[in-house]
């Protein structure tokens, strides 16, 4: 497989900085080295500073322990403000009286173990938020191992509330409210899509979701076909085992819930509307195809693509022909749907705590 790590290398060449893929340790996969090519100095990595025409900004929201949870709050202003109406005042950050934005909760990838809200920069955030006026917020949810599930899940929910609360001072429209990410962010998208569903059908305080974007997600614990022996670059079997292991901690393997391995589900009928896309060389593939399949099973509208000869996170670390195919579907299909779904809140998601 020797000649898929050079492949990412000379990709990430590239695009300016050399990343070392042969061995991501854990916990810390995002501390893998990054050098300058010519100099073999360290190089920090451009991705991870908000773009020029994004303001970025952080909410600190409390848990029931006390802490705090940080939310990663972009915006683009000049977009938003563009879409408003020229008789509106135009509040600083907000869509104004017309609620024409989207509220997006963007889940960082990382296998649950590593990882931090930047990651967003370097993904599809700063696209859907120039091609649509939008409000996303990334949520700095807990890691395992220091806390495994549900801590990560917890920290979803409690940012996804957060955003319906405050949905009318974002200037979001409540009844647009998506959740995407990639990897492990994936992952927990798909997690709490069918957590926020299942609190609704018990007559609990959920949140309805218009659309999910859970992008190559980490579903699965068990091997699959495509996860069991796979040697590809940036995300492979071994890390796949151990983010996994340390994720899953202390429970029963053979009394898993759907909220940590959304793979375990089997009724997948009232779940929001679906984007996704997955590369063919990466171990999520089968995962993914069978989590599509499940939902349009079910008749949840899903649109997805298969990108072949693509490794994991293909999308940020990959030759820019790749990028940018996944980009122009992906935001094809994000705007799509944000003019075509919907998901009224019920009286208790209206309120604004």
Same mark, same amino acid.
């Given at each position: 497989?020797g000649d898929?790590?050079d492949?990412?290398?000379t990709d990430?060449l590239?695009r300016? !900085? @050399?990343?070392? %893929? @042969?061995?991501?340790?854990?916990p810390?996969l995002? $501390?893998a080295?990054?050098?300058n090519p010519?100099?073999?100095?360290?190089y920090?990595?451009p991705g991870?500073?908000?773009?020029a025409d /994004?303001?970025a900004?952080?909410? !600190?929201?409390? &848990?029931g322990d006390?802490?705090?949870?940080?939310?990663l709050?972009l915006?683009r202003?000049? *977009? /938003?403000a563009?879409e @408003?109406?020229?008789?509106e005042?135009?509040?600083s950050?907000?869509?104004g009286?017309?609620?024409k934005a989207v509220?997006?909760?963007?889940?960082?990838?990382? #296998?649950?173990?590593t990882?931090?809200?930047?990651?967003a920069y370097m993904?599809?955030p700063?696209h859907?938020?120039r091609?649509?006026?939008?409000?996303?917020?990334?949520? =700095?949810?807990?890691?395992a191992?220091?806390m495994p599930f549900p801590?990560g899940l917890e920290d979803c929910h409690?940012a996804?509330m957060?955003?319906r609360s405050h949905a009318?001072e974002l200037g979001?429209?409540?009844?647009?409210l998506?959740v995407?990410?990639?990897?492990? #962010?994936?992952?927990l998208?798909a997690?709490?899509c069918i +957590?926020e569903?299942?609190?609704l059908r018990?007559?609990q305080?959920g949140v &309805?979701? *218009?659309c999910q974007m859970?992008? !190559?997600?980490?579903? =699965?614990d068990r091997?699959t076909?495509s996860?069991?022996?796979?040697?590809?670059?940036?995300?492979?079997s &071994?890390?796949?085992r151990?983010?996994w292991?340390?994720?899953?901690e202390?429970?029963?393997?053979e009394?898993?819930?759907? +909220?940590a391995?959304?793979?375990?589900?089997?009724?997948?009928?009232?779940?929001?509307?679906a /984007?996704?896309?997955?590369?063919s060389?990466?171990?999520?593939?089968d995962?993914t %195809?069978?989590y599509?399949?499940?939902l349009r099973? @079910?008749? %949840?509208p899903?649109?997805?693509r298969?990108?072949?000869?693509? +490794?994991?996170?293909?999308d940020?670390l990959?030759?820019s022909s790749?990028?940018?195919?996944?980009?122009e579907f992906f935001i094809?299909r994000?705007?799509?749907?944000? =003019?075509t779904?919907?998901?009224?809140?019920t009286? $208790?998601g209206?309120?604004? *705590?």
């Open positions: 497989m898929w790590k492949k990412v290398q990430l590239m300016g !900085y @050399a990343l070392d %893929v @042969a061995k991501l340790p854990l810390h995002w $501390k080295r990054l050098v010519a100099t073999g100095a360290p920090v990595m991870f500073k908000p773009p /994004i303001d900004s952080d909410v !600190y929201v409390p &848990r006390g802490t705090n949870l940080r939310l709050v915006r202003e000049s *977009a /938003i563009e @408003a109406e020229p008789e005042e135009v509040p950050g907000g869509a009286p017309s609620q509220g997006v909760l963007w889940n960082h990838g990382g #296998g649950y173990v990882g931090f809200p930047e990651i993904g599809m700063p859907m938020l091609e649509r006026p939008c409000v996303v917020v990334c949520p =700095d949810y807990r890691l191992p220091e801590g409690l996804l957060w955003l009318e979001v429209r409540s009844d647009k998506f995407g990410g990639e990897s492990a #962010g994936g992952g998208t997690a709490l +957590y569903r299942d609190l018990a007559g305080d &309805r979701v *218009a859970p992008l !190559y997600p980490m579903l =699965d091997p076909s996860s069991a022996n796979n040697e590809a670059p940036v995300w492979d &071994r890390l796949n151990l983010a292991d340390r994720y899953l202390g429970m029963d393997r009394r898993i819930v759907p +909220y391995v959304p793979a375990r589900e089997t009724d997948y009928s009232d779940l929001p509307p /984007i996704t896309f997955v590369g060389l990466e171990p999520f593939l995962e %195809v069978s599509v399949s499940n099973s @079910a008749g %949840v899903t649109d997805f298969e990108y072949r000869g693509c +490794y994991h996170a293909f940020m990959g030759d790749s990028r940018s195919s996944a980009r094809r994000f705007l799509h749907a944000c =003019d779904y919907e998901a009224p809140q009286m $208790k209206q309120d604004h *705590a």
